[in-house]
């Protein structure tokens, strides 16, 4: 069992994905992330084993969830900056979680 006090130490906010891109480079296939968290956080880095349910091309615009305050991680040729949060379908696969309406990008979960 974990505290309240545990768990507001994660920071989770909303973005939108701004930008996506293939990762070939991977050892698993994935997709680079670029993810706008506006106010003070900005425009995040991150990469995601994704490439079951999504394309690039359908990943921008969309809003998901991430940790903020983990430290960079290198990921191959990408540094990581967020972890973007998803959940294993039946087979494993990656789904991605976000909110189900659009709300201000930077908002914290809570």
Sequence with gaps: MITYDDFERVDIRV?????A???PEARKPAIKLWV???GDIGE????????AHY???????????????????QIG??????????MPDAAGE?????PGH?????????
Excluded: Y
């Excluded at 973005?15 to 930008?19: L, Q, V, Y």
């Excluded at 091309?57 to 969830?65: C, I, K, T, Y």
């Excluded at 040729?77 to 998803?86: A, T, Y």
């Excluded at 990656?94 to 976000?98: A, D, F, N, Q, T």
């Design 55 to 73: 394309t690039p091309e359908g990943l921008v615009g969309r809003q998901v969830l991430a940790v903020v305050n983990f430290p960079p991680r």
């Design 77 to 86: 040729k990408v540094m990581s900056e967020v972890l973007v949060l998803g």
């Design 44 to 51: 995040k880095r991150s990469s995601a084993q994704l490439t």
């Design 36 to 38: 706008d968290f506006g």
């Design 94 to 98: 990656v789904v991605l979680i976000g």
């Design 15 to 19: 973005g939108t994905i701004t930008r």
């Design 21 to 23: 891109e293939p990762f």
């Design 102 to 110: 659009a709300v201000p990008n930077g908002g914290k979960l809570f």
